[in-house]
């Protein structure tokens, strides 16, 4: 299990566009790399919506993935 602070593994995902994205992509580049717990649900609404609400303050210097 990925605790806080782990480097994440390599992965290869469907992004939009038709694209592909892999952390790889981002080498040598600060990532807020998000997962959220489940689609449609209310807890994934309430933990997206204060991601979003946090994400300005969180986000200085780096790029946001979302999973």
Do not use: W
């Amino acid at each position: 299990m990925i605790k806080v602070g782990d480097k994440a593994p390599d992965f290869h995902l469907p992004a939009s566009g038709g694209k592909t994205v892999s952390l790889r992509d981002y080498k040598g580049k600060k990532i807020i790399l998000y997962f959220y717990p489940k689609d449609m649900t209310s807890g994934c609404t309430k933990e997206a919506c204060a991601f979003q609400e946090a994400l300005p303050a969180l986000s200085e210097g780096k790029q946001s993935l979302s999973v």
